[in-house]
């Protein structure tokens, strides 16, 4: 059983230009236009931009969304290139920006025809401009241009107007290299700025995923972009891979690996490709989860003769067991202060969901809905929990609040498992079934806004959410 | 800038080397299997063991054709026990398995018993992974009450990993809450 580790080209890692800002940013949201305005808006953009995003990428990859948020705002998108030799760089940056917006179920996508003259970044801010497209229904609209820079580098520049206060939302300048890859970069930071600017909260658009991808025997850990493009392959194996999780700082992932005859649980330092053995222990090693700090791990050995959870170095010292009670305890989770585990155990006769203290201690019981709930995760702000709940026949996810303590069902099942959290706390990726195949879901917290990333020829599962780039 | 992968740092870990002999290719030569097929021609696992005595090292695999389908393997050295749903008891019926299973073990100290446990795709992937691994040390407790020695078995689970049986009923995930036996001579 052979496995080949790799070090994954990640642009987190290797730099990146810092943007200048053109304007002074102010913070400022528009108004809400009349919801079946915006609907039928939001229906013709949502035919229009899935078709520009199947032809525009010929890979395999496919997603689909379902609902929408309480409110969208219409926005207005065109990407100028100055001359031809960048128009493919703009029409990437213009696809993959829409999609990003669109995705998120907070944006309707107005189809805009090209200009004349072509709508810039440097168009003077007349009353009559903020008229003509508030008029044409854009709350919001992104005046950009992309040109050559004289070292054959290539810059985007855009500035966010807001068209019912007439106001200049700020931009940025972002130059670089003119390859797809980077203006699919650019792209996801340019929807991270709008996002910010139009709804409040950070964008996750240049965050990474990592997940794990099925095909004939094969499985391979692959780190891609939010929307699950440019996937770039960190380990390859015949055996099984599963329970991937970013390290807090983004640098490491651990995980499960099943390539030398067992589970054996790894840290994975992606930009070297090093790696170092976390538990390899008599039986199986399994699930692990980092502390706040990064310092520590939570595991589950069965080392002793039942599957209980243990605390550990990462380079595998230190090794301390903090659960004693039942057969199975696993799927450990760190409470956000990192003083408490949250933990599945079959203690009580089923699998609920316990809390302990990392120091040790009683263990007490969280979970009392249904008659299976299992893998608890936290929000990175601490304030929600996700699990995975059966209901009747079907495995769902639920998030609960742990101050009110509210539960609510964010998905449908019937087989969703492995949630992992954005790094903005609002949005949940999980693996889900979807036609029989194995595919990614993403879900806002309120349950309201769905996406599922699928591909044709293989299976995807097992995802984690990396954190906002440095 | 550059946009090639770094590059490839194989980075090998043989963590679990454990070596082993196929069936096919035990043994120093052929005349000593032979003999020991003459003197197992028939009768009772338990008999056919005592017939081969412990005192020969002759290099052959007691894991012979005749014995593992006397003692429920198949020609692969490979079994299975089957659970019932949240039932992590090995069932009565495995009794005979277990025995045969514990006497050729105690009898060659170096063959090796690896259990494998499974689940059905029923829950989580990590709870699945625990419950495979109950159902294989359900299979090493019950040998180790019939004396085996510890260093003989090793367990680990698959979880839901790796199903015999790909469908959704309830006949398929029966199929699927299992502990695999694989028995192996080592090298001497």
């Known amino acids: 059983m052979r496995a080949t580790p790799h070090a994954p080209y990640n642009e987190v890692m290797t730099g990146w230009p810092s943007p200048l800002c053109l304007a002074l940013p102010r913070s400022h949201s528009p108004g809400p236009s009349s919801a079946t305005h915006a609907w039928l808006i939001s229906l013709l953009m949502s035919i229009v931009v899935l078709f520009m995003t199947h032809s525009a990428f010929a890979q395999s990859l496919r997603?689909?969304?379902?609902?929408?948020?309480?409110?969208?705002?219409?926005?207005?998108?065109?990407?100028?290139?100055?001359?031809?030799?960048?128009?493919?760089?703009?029409?990437?940056?213009?696809?993959?920006?829409?999609?990003?917006?669109?995705?998120?179920?907070?944006?309707?996508?107005?189809p805009v025809a090209p200009q004349t003259p072509p709508l810039t970044e440097a168009v003077p801010q007349a009353p009559e401009l903020f008229l003509r497209w508030r008029t044409a229904g854009a709350d919001a609209l992104v005046a950009s241009?992309?040109?050559?820079?004289?070292?054959?580098?290539?810059e985007l520049r855009f500035r966010l107007l807001n068209t019912i206060k007439s106001e200049d939302l700020g931009g940025l300048v972002l130059a670089t290299a003119p390859t797809t890859l980077d203006a699919r970069r650019s792209a996801h930071r340019m929807a991270d700025f709008i996002y910010e600017k139009l709804t409040g909260e950070p964008g996750f658009f240049s965050t990474r995923l990592a997940f794990v991808r099925k095909e004939k025997g094969r499985q391979v850990l692959v780190i891609a972009d939010s929307d699950g493009e440019n996937a770039q392959p960190a380990l390859r194996s015949d055996e099984p891979i599963i329970s991937l999780t970013w390290s807090p700082d983004g640098t490491r992932l651990a995980y499960v690996s099943f390539e030398?005859?067992?589970?054996?649980?790894?840290?994975?330092?992606?930009?070297?490709?090093?790696?170092?053995?976390?538990?390899?222990?008599?039986?199986?090693?399994?699930?692990?989860?980092?502390?706040?700090?990064?310092?520590?791990?939570?595991?589950?050995?069965?080392?002793?003769?039942?599957?209980q959870i243990y605390i550990t170095r990462v380079d595998g010292t230190g090794l301390r067991r903090l659960t004693q009670s039942g057969t199975i305890n696993t799927e450990p989770t760190f409470s956000s202060d990192g003083r408490q585990v949250f933990f599945t155990s079959d203690r009580g006769g089923s699998a609920q969901i316990y809390r302990i203290p990392t120091e040790g201690g009683t263990a007490e019981r969280v979970s009392f809905n249904g008659p299976f709930n299992a893998r608890p995760v936290v929000s990175p702000d601490g304030r929600l929990l996700a699990f995975v709940s059966r209901q009747d026949s079907r495995f769902r996810i639920a998030v609960r609040n742990l101050s009110t303590n509210e539960e609510i069902l964010v998905s449908d099942g019937p087989k969703d498992d492995s949630p992992s959290f954005s790094p903005s706390s609002r949005w949940i990726i999980f693996s889900s079934r979807i036609n029989g195949r194995d595919a990614l879901s993403a879900v806002s917290t309120d349950g309201k806004v769905r996406t599922r990333i699928s591909l044709d020829t293989a299976g995807i599962r097992n995802p984690a959410w990396g954190r906002f780039p440095d | 800038m550059n946009r090639i992968l770094l590059p490839v740092s194989l980075v090998c870990l043989s963590l679990w080397g454990c070596s082993s002999v196929s069936l096919d290719q035990a043994g120093a030569g052929g005349a000593p299997i032979q003999s020991r097929e003459s003197a197992i021609s028939g009768g009772q696992a338990s008999s056919v063991l005592s017939k081969q005595g412990t005192g020969s090292d002759l290099g052959a695999s007691p894991l012979t054709p005749d014995w593992l389908k006397s003692a429920g393997y198949n020609a692969q050295g490979e079994a299975s026990i089957f659970f019932e749903f949240n039932q992590p008891q090995v069932k009565p019926e495995y009794q005979p398995l277990l025995s045969a299973t514990a006497d050729m073990l105690k009898s060659n100290p170096k063959t090796v018993l690896s259990v494998e446990g499974h689940a059905d795709e029923r829950g989580t992937v990590e709870y699945n992974l625990s419950l495979g691994q109950r159902r294989s040390d359900a299979v090493e407790q019950a040998l180790r009450l019939l004396g085996v020695r510890e260093d003989q078995i090793k367990t680990m689970s698959f979880g839901e990993e790796k199903p015999r049986s790909l469908g959704h009923t309830e006949a398929d995930y029966a199929q699927n809450r299992r502990a695999d036996l694989i028995l192996k001579a080592a090298r001497p």
């Open chain 1, 63 to 110: 997603i689909d969304i379902t609902g929408v948020g309480d409110k969208q705002i219409p926005i207005a998108l065109p990407v100028p290139a100055a001359d031809p030799a960048q128009q493919l760089f703009a029409e990437t940056v213009k696809e993959v920006a829409m999609a990003d917006l669109f995705r998120t179920g907070a944006f309707s996508l107005l």
């Open chain 1, 260 to 307: 030398s005859g067992k589970p054996v649980v790894y840290s994975h330092e992606l930009a070297t490709g090093k790696r170092t053995v976390v538990a390899n222990y008599r039986g199986s090693n399994s699930s692990p989860a980092w502390s706040p700090d990064g310092q520590t791990l939570a595991v589950t050995l069965t080392k002793d003769g039942s599957s």
């Open chain 1, 145 to 154: 241009s992309v040109r050559p820079l004289p070292d054959g580098r290539v």
